[in-house]
């Protein structure tokens, strides 16, 4: 049953087959075979799973009208607000932290009838590509314990990929849904900035943060998504727009398409492999009718750099907020309000958030921000500019989602700007505001998951979706399982 | 061009508020050095006359009716304060 998608699994409670408690106690036992090894999952309370979902089961029995998740386990990325649960970020400072209300996309899970399924592991406040960078415990790789999940989002894709969850929720403020996604060969999707609610999101990039799905097929991606888009008037950067019913139309292929190839994403530092994998699917798109394209991004050489200011600039002022005073830790000893904020955030951050911290208090200090910050947003403007004429030419882009496969725990962090390398596909994105999708497109010679990325013009889901649907629809990548889930069955 | 261990100790006293040991500031004076070395080249892109982009969507004065709505109660809202007086957080003094 682990390995069915949410599909499947509410046609299974529709014909009686299944109901939620039996659906929840698969995925729990699920979780106490693997997660020992897999580490993806940091709070999860058996109990509080089991209410939910007997509550599911009860209105079903009452023919009660339910919501489109109904009796589905979604993990959520330990990043997002659930009242009265924790929320670390990964991070010591949050250690004791449980927030006074929902995210607003944990209000949708919870209108939806999903079973919320605890919350997973993460680089610390989003800030990493491997997710090593927690405080607590370092995620491996379901099909290779040795590697890395990727990150921020590291754990929520871990956990669908090793069946361990059929969704689950993470955020990508520079590719940390979608990186994570191709290494752990599933689905991973960035909406357009502003698609999803940030409400009860805790902000790392205020400007590039956006909550996005994981799911093990575009369909499932589809559904979850369109069960957290829409405006939310306590997000004042949210969209203007209703959510869309994305998983009608996701099996409908997109014809006429024109997709995009940018020589910029096929750089110095490719993966010959990589390479093979997203060369060889745009020959299946060939296949399904599409014509092929060159774009050019010529300003995407200066993404990862652009990123690294604008980030850290938003982080050092976003993370002002962890002073000791109103949640969080606090120093045991000191001397003043000035030492307390010192010893307090000296004590509860990890070195890759004080670095971020530091960069980013750098760039926007006298003297330098004109020279970093405000030049990065100039860049940014010209990043964006590339996107909005490549799309006049084309429907979608498509290229790698990471240059690399899974790397090893341990082999980039000693060296923050290699890690910082591995999302130099992926931040373009964030930094324009455009969608973009990860979908499996093969496997290496070592056997760890590459992934394809989509990108789409803003507010063109919808789309994005449909597309990515075709390749999934024409390729088996997808019924491939880790090997501690195939051994399982 | 080289961030010294200096300009790390008063960075983080003044403007990040981070206590560091002196093997944080030499390894961040380390770090720093190379990533601002690598994001240097941002100054071959071409901006004249270029406006900054701050935001994707560009929104500026986003309105909605000033409705009163319940709020959290005091003690909801101070329930994860380190440390509380009454109905107050309590801080040290802060005139040292």
Redesign the interface.
């Known amino acids: 049953m682990i390995q069915l998608t949410a599909h499947e699994l509410r046609r299974l409670q529709e014909t009686g087959q299944a109901n939620a408690e039996s659906i929840a106690r698969a995925f729990l036992d699920a979780v106490r075979r693997h997660d020992g090894q897999v580490k993806a999952f940091l709070h999860l309370d058996e109990d509080e799973v089991l209410r939910q979902a007997k509550a599911i089961d009860a209105k079903r029995a009452a023919k009660q009208p339910l919501g489109p998740l109904a009796g589905i386990p979604v993990a959520i990325k330990d990043v997002l607000c659930v009242q009265g649960q924790p929320a670390t970020c990964g991070s010591k400072i949050l250690q004791n932290f449980r927030p006074p209300y929902d995210a607003t996309v944990v209000a949708k899970l919870r209108e939806a009838d999903a079973v919320l399924f605890g919350s997973t592991n993460m680089d610390e406040f989003a800030m990493g590509s491997s997710t090593e960078n927690s405080a607590y415990q370092t995620t491996r790789n379901p099909w290779n314990l040795d590697c890395v999940p990727g990150g921020s989002s590291g754990g929520s894709a871990a956990a669908v990929a090793a069946c361990e969850v059929p969704l689950s929720l993470g955020t990508d403020t520079g590719g940390s849904v979608r990186q994570p996604a191709s290494l752990c060969g599933i689905v991973g999707m960035k909406p357009t900035y502003g698609r999803v609610s940030r409400y009860g999101l805790i902000a790392y990039g205020s400007s590039l943060d956006q909550v996005g799905p994981f799911a093990r097929d575009v369909g499932d991606v589809a559904l979850l998504l369109e069960s957290i888009a829409g405006h939310d008037p306590r997000d004042s950067t949210s969209g203007p727009r209703p959510s869309v019913a994305y998983s009608q139309t996701v099996d409908q292929p997109l014809k006429p398409l024109t997709i995009g190839v940018a020589k910029e994403y096929f750089a110095e530092g490719l993966d010959p492999e990589v390479e093979k994998a997203v060369r060889t699917a745009i020959d299946v798109y060939k296949s399904l009718g599409a014509t092929i394209k060159d774009v050019t991004l010529p300003h995407s050489r200066f993404a990862v750099a652009t990123y690294y200011l604008v980030a850290t600039a938003e982080a050092s002022s976003n993370l002002a907020r962890y002073d000791g005073v109103h949640f969080g830790h606090r120093a045991a000893d000191y001397r003043g309000l000035r030492d307390m904020h010192c010893k307090s955030r000296g004590e509860g951050f990890g070195t890759e958030v004080k670095r971020r911290i530091m960069l980013g208090a750098y760039a926007l200090s006298s003297g330098y921000v004109d020279a970093y910050y405000l030049k990065a947003l100039k860049v940014r403007r010209l990043i964006k500019n590339d996107f909005d004429q490549a799309f006049a030419d084309c429907d979608v882009i498509l290229g790698p989602t990471s240059p690399t496969p899974a790397f090893r725990v341990g082999e980039k962090s000693a060296d923050p700007l290699a890690m910082y390398l591995s999302d130099i596909y992926t931040i373009s994105a964030n930094l324009a505001g455009i969608p973009g999708i990860s979908v499996p497109c093969g496997f290496s010679s070592s056997g760890l998951p590459l992934g394809l990325q989509l990108l789409a013009a803003p507010y063109e889901e919808e789309k994005l979706l449909r597309v990515a649907r075709m390749y999934e629809q024409a390729t088996e990548w997808r019924r491939r399982r880790p090997p501690l889930v195939a051994k399982d069955a | 061009m080289a ?1 010294t261990p200096n300009e ?1 100790r008063w ?3 003044e ?6 040991s002196d093997a ?1 500031v030499e ?2 004076a380390r ?2 050095t ?3 070395g ?8 071409k ?1 004249d006359g ?8 560009e ?1 500026s004065n ?1 309105f ?1 009716p000033d409705n009163p709505q319940p709020s ?1 109660p005091v003690d ?2 101070l ?5 509380r007086k009454g109905d107050f ?1 309590a ?4 005139f ?1």
């Open positions: 961030i790390v960075i983080a006293r403007l990040a508020r981070l206590d560091l944080e390894d961040l770090d720093l190379k990533i601002v690598y994001v240097d080249q941002l100054q071959e892109a901006t270029v406006e900054p982009l701050a935001h994707p969507l929104l986003v909605r959290l909801q809202a329930a994860n304060a380190p440390l957080y801080v040290p003094g802060v040292e």
